[in-house]
């Protein structure tokens, strides 16, 4: 605004609405409204028109003041003398601070406003983006508002001003930049610089919410504080950029972003939930130069879009929950690091390459899904429950395969139910590795579950009474131990033995009073079907153990030295459909100790190759039994022990012993005769 002689001349807004002059002349103050009827000129009034309506304002001052202060009501009052002139320049850019915008052929018009109030303009007139306005009274804490007015380029950059001159007051193109040059810029602030036109790419409600126009993207500048008290989103695939020594401290408040989030600062969370809603296409999250990262809760949501929400360039810590409602989730070779819950109601979690990885230090829970989810590779570590449900929903490893550990302290419980949901279908797919802190923690199943491959690593796997079917390798390791009571376990799969289908290794335990367990697959060269390793101990007081199908050689390979520390209960040899041929490895170290009974099933021949055995129930031979000059104990301490061939095709022995220890056991032949290659010892018990 400029002073003549005899007139008094304002710049007048180019827009609809009122636009406010501040006009100081002597000591007088003047408040002057120009309405619409002088939009796109000046407005000119002679001087004493001008002071007849100064005198009017201070008679209304003193009014106000006389009664209660209302003066101070007035819109932006201010003295005079409190406030300093600067200027305020920069440069208009058609994105994130690239290319300038090239006002040459049409001169783009950018306006500035303090507190909310219209003070300046000026041109962009040529390709350099260059846009500069003077002499503008302000004080510390004004908010300066800037933006390109009534073009097709639209910008926004509000900043908390600190009384001094700024020649670095940039526009971008599509962007809301928001800055404090002293202090933090918050969402009351970016309230009080919205002087209602529509070319402010944002609005802010009652509660200091802040919604972001669609398509536009929060840019915090480098070096300043955003502390919006109040909620954030942005629309229309919107990001939030945090710059490089920028601060957002969100303080517990929920932020909304439909575009991509790209942290180069400091995002301070305060527990607050960061939800990443858009409806299509690709949102990436990236805090490659971040100083600090970390997320609290975290929710997937594209609204039944189409939308990935992908990790880009760094791994994202969530210091609570992370769920998934809608849209895919893709960890992109990268790492997602959550203290809390997993928890997956709709969407899909895609993970596809060797080095994808989540770690939950709480429940993994899966509900729901987007269409089939599929899993093909990467690493899931789990510390808490594991609880998959409802159908098609989780499916580990169709390709590269997946390892799902469940680890961490204390007791956990694994449930899978829904149709098609499993860990792994094929014997190379994917791997449960049980992998507990302590060799006391427990995982207990609570439902069947289906996988390929099963380590037992640390901790105890108790089966409780569902059955665990796993086609790949069963390993049991070092501070692990099974315990079952009833139900199953059933590993391995047909001609399938990259090593031994059934292992224990030395540490491993068991406490097995009931069940089955049934074996499938080759004899593995050096460690056979079931390899007991010296050093473990397999000494279950009930249950069975059973090789299965169709492979036509299968073998028992007992390297344990120590004979106490080894016994099956009930053994079981065939499956009375597949021609099965199972035989003691020629290197086990102990004999083949059957607590319980013996059974060759009628498809299945028995070859010890000369090694020992003692059965301390009864023997059931149904088709065909090599001795190969060993030595077959009948050991039972009491009742009966039956021996029966009589469906055998096959059935010498070469030695037989009969000794009850003392007891008052009885071996009894039933159906068929015995007979006995050599000789028959019996040194307490009688044969009947």
Known sequence: MS??????????????????????????????????????????????????????????????????????????????????????????YTGEGVTPLDGTAVNKTVFLSVNGVYTGTDEITDNTGAWAINTVSVNTGDIITIYLDNETEEATTVMVSNETTQTNVDLYQNYVIVRADTGSISNANLDTGDDTDDDIKYSVDVSDNITIDSGFNLHIWTGDTYTPAGTVTTQGSGDVHVTSSAIFNAAGYTVTVNGSWDNDGTFTHGDNTVTFNGSSGTQTIDSTDATTDNFYDVVINDGGGTATIQLANTNITVDNDLTITDGIFETNSLQALIAGNFEKTGGNLKMDFWNDYIDVDGNFTVSGNDGSQVIDAGTIRVAGDVAISNDNTFQLGATNGTDLYMDGTNDANLSISGANNHLGTSAQDSELLIQKTDSTDKITLLTDVNGSRLSLNEG????????ATFSGLFRGNSGASLTMASGGLVVGSNAYCPAAPFSIYSGFTENISGGTIQVYGCAHATNGTALFSDGSVFTPAGGAFQFMGTDAASSIYVAETDAADFNFWNLTLGDDTNAKTVEIDTDSAVPIDVNGNLTISSNATFDSNGKPIEVSGSWDNNNVYTHDNNTVTFNGSSGTQTIDSTDATTDNFYDVVINDGGGTGTAQLVGTDITVDTTSRSPTASLT
């Open 3 to 92: 002073f003549g002689s005899s007139n008094l001349i304002g710049h007048v807004k180019k827009t609809g609405h009122y636009s406010k002059a501040l006009v100081v002349r002597n000591p007088a103050l003047v408040y002057h409204k120009v309405t619409s009827q002088h939009e796109g000129g000046t407005y000119v009034t002679s001087y004493s028109d001008f002071i007849k309506k100064i005198r009017i304002t201070q008679v209304v001052m003193v009014l106000a003041m006389f009664i209660g202060g209302i003066i101070f009501s007035l819109p932006k009052l201010q003295f005079a003398s409190a406030a300093t002139d600067i200027n305020f320049s920069g440069v208009a």
């Open 460 to 467: 105890i796997v108790d089966i409780n009474g569902n059955t």
